[in-house]
C-alpha cells in the first residue's frame, strides 16, 4: 500500500515534469533548427546573387587553376567568412562546381549530399529551401544546409548554391536539455520523498490497526488500542475498532460469567449423582444391577467431560507466550491420551522436538484433543505417530494414524462446533485446537496420509509475535 501510494503521487509528477522537458526541448530545438534553416538559406541566396551564373556553367574539371575558378572561390570564401558557413556550388546532378574550402574538384562526387537530394531537387527546380534533417559533424556539433537557386541572365536555373553551418545556440540547447532532465529527476525524487512521508502517515497507523484486528480475530480482547487524538477517518477507524473490541470482551464476559453458573449449576448434581451411584455400586456389587451403575457413572464421566470440553471452547483468554518444550509437550499429550489408547488397543509413538514461543496449557489441550481423536479413529494394534519438526521459522507438531481417512463432505465441516463423526463424540475437539491454532497465529489442516489415514498437522510459528506496545499510537 505505501508503495502504491507513494507511486500514485509520484508518478503525475514525473510524468508532468517529462512532458514539459519533452516539449520544452521539442519546442526550443524546432525554433532553433527554423531559425538556423533561414539564416542558411539567406546565405545561399546572397551567395546565388553574387555569382556570375554564365561563367561558372562552364568551368569543367580540369579549370580549378583558371581565374574564373579562382575569382569564384574568393567570392565564395569571403561571403562564407562573413556568414559563418561553408558554401559551394553544384550541379542539379549533385556534382561539384566549387567549394569554398578548396576540398571539392570540379565534377567531383559530393556523397554526403545524398541525404539532401529531395531538397537539391527543389532548389533546382527554382525553390529556396533548408534541409530537413540535422547531422552531427566531427566536432561533435549539429549541422544543417539551406540551398537556393543558382540562375543564368535568362532566368533558367543552372546550379545549386548550398550554405553548410550550425549554430551555438545548440550547445546551450543541450545544456537546456541537460538542466531540464536534471530538473525533471530532482522533481520525481522531490515528489517521491514527499509522497513517501505522505504514505507513511496513513499507512503506518493503518498496518497497526491492522495489527490490532489480527489480534482481535485471534481472541485477544484484552489489549487496548492505544489513543492518539485523530480526528481524520483513521481516527474514527480506531474508534470504532476500540468499541468493537469492547462489546466483543463485554459480551465475551457475559458469555463466560453465564457458561460458569450454568457448569456450577450442571456440575453440582453431577457430583451427587456420581456419588451416590458410586454408593449404589458398592451396594449391587456382584448383582445384576451392577453393570447398570456402572453404564450409569460412564455416562455421568461423558457429561462432565462435555461441560468440560464446552468451557474450554467458550472461554476466550489470549495466550501467554512462553518458551514450550515441544518433546515435553507431545510427552504430556500421550500421556494423557495413553488411558483411551490402551482401551483401543493403539500404541503411541513420540518423536522429534524443538521450542516455540507459546502457551503450554493451550497447546497441550490443542495436542491431545488431535491425539485422542486419531486414537479413537485408529484401528486395534496400530501406532499412533506423534512428531515435532522445526524448519525455519515454522515449527510443525503432527499426529498420523492409520484410520479410515476422511470423507470430502466430513473435511468441509471438520472445524465447525459441535460437528462429529464419533457416535460418542462431542464435536468440539478440533474446534478447539482450530482455536487454539488461530490464536497462536498458526494453522491446522487435517491431510490425507499415503498408505491410508490422515496426518493433523499443526503448524507454529517458531517466535511469536511481540507484545503490543501500548506506548506506541495506533
Not at 569554398?100 to 529531395?118: M, N, W
Not at 480526528?231 to 477507524?237: F, K, P, V
Amino acid at each position: 500500500m505505501r508503495r502504491r501510494f507513494a507511486l500514485a503521487a509520484a508518478l503525475p509528477a514525473l510524468v508532468s515534469l517529462a512532458a514539459m522537458a519533452l516539449v520544452a526541448d521539442r519546442l526550443a530545438r524546432r525554433a532553433l533548427e527554423d531559425e538556423l534553416g533561414a539564416r542558411l538559406v539567406a546565405a545561399a541566396q546572397a551567395a546565388a546573387a553574387i555569382l556570375p551564373a554564365d561563367r561558372i556553367t562552364r568551368l569543367g574539371p580540369g579549370d580549378e587553376r583558371s581565374r574564373t575558378y579562382g575569382n569564384l572561390r574568393a567570392r565564395l570564401d569571403a561571403l562564407a567568412r562573413a556568414t559563418d558557413t561553408r558554401l559551394y556550388v553544384v550541379r542539379p546532378d549533385r556534382t561539384a562546381i566549387a567549394d569554398s574550402r578548396g576540398r571539392a574538384p570540379i565534377g567531383g562526387a559530393l556523397p554526403a549530399l545524398e541525404k539532401d537530394r529531395l531538397e537539391i531537387a527543389l532548389a533546382a527546380g527554382g525553390r529556396a529551401i533548408a534541409s530537413q534533417v540535422l547531422f552531427e559533424g566531427s566536432d561533435g556539433r549539429l549541422y544543417k544546409s539551406g540551398y537556393a537557386p543558382l540562375r543564368n541572365g535568362a532566368g533558367k536555373v543552372v546550379a545549386v548554391v548550398g550554405a553548410e553551418g550550425t549554430a551555438a545556440s545548440f550547445v546551450t540547447l543541450r545544456r537546456f536539455r541537460r538542466l531540464l532532465g536534471g530538473f525533471a529527476i530532482a522533481g520525481a525524487i522531490a515528489g517521491a520523498l514527499v509522497a513517501a512521508g505522505a504514505s507513511l502517515s496513513v499507512t503506518r497507523p493503518l498496518t497497526r490497526l491492522t495489527d490490532a484486528a489480527r489480534r482481535i480475530a485471534r481472541g485477544d480482547l484484552e489489549t487496548p488500542l492505544a489513543k492518539r487524538p485523530r480526528r481524520d477517518e483513521i481516527g474514527t477507524l480506531r474508534d470504532t475498532l476500540e468499541d468493537m473490541r469492547r462489546a466483543l470482551r463485554a459480551r465475551d464476559e457475559e458469555r463466560e460469567t453465564l457458561l460458569a453458573g450454568i457448569a456450577h449449576e450442571v456440575r453440582n448434581p453431577l457430583g451427587a449423582l456420581d456419588l451416590f451411584a458410586g454408593l449404589l455400586a458398592e451396594e449391587l456389587q456382584g448383582t445384576p444391577q451392577d453393570a447398570h451403575v456402572a453404564r450409569i457413572r460412564s455416562e455421568l464421566a461423558a457429561l462432565s467431560k462435555v461441560v468440560g470440553e464446552f468451557l474450554d471452547y467458550a472461554r476466550s483468554r489470549p495466550p501467554v507466550r512462553d518458551a514450550v518444550d515441544l518433546s515435553r509437550l507431545l510427552a504430556e499429550a500421550a500421556d494423557l491420551a495413553q488411558p483411551v489408547a490402551t482401551e483401543r488397543q493403539v500404541s503411541l509413538l513420540v518423536e522429534g522436538g524443538g521450542e516455540v514461543r507459546g502457551d503450554g496449557e493451550q497447546l497441550r489441550r490443542a495436542v491431545v484433543n488431535l491425539v485422542r481423536n486419531a486414537v479413537e479413529a485408529s484401528p486395534a494394534a496400530s501406532v499412533v505417530e506423534v512428531a515435532a519438526t522445526v524448519e525455519g521459522d515454522d515449527a510443525a507438531i503432527e499426529v498420523r494414524d492409520r484410520g479410515p481417512g476422511l470423507t470430502p463432505e466430513a473435511r468441509a465441516t471438520l472445524f465447525r462446533p459441535f460437528f462429529t463423526t464419533k457416535s460418542a463424540g462431542t464435536g468440539l475437539g478440533l474446534a478447539l485446537a482450530k482455536k487454539v491454532a488461530d490464536a497462536h497465529g498458526g494453522t491446522l489442516a487435517l491431510l490425507d496420509r499415503d498408505g491410508g489415514g490422515t496426518v493433523a498437522r499443526l503448524v507454529l510459528p517458531v517466535v511469536g509475535e511481540a507484545e503490543p506496545d501500548e506506548a506506541e499510537p495506533a
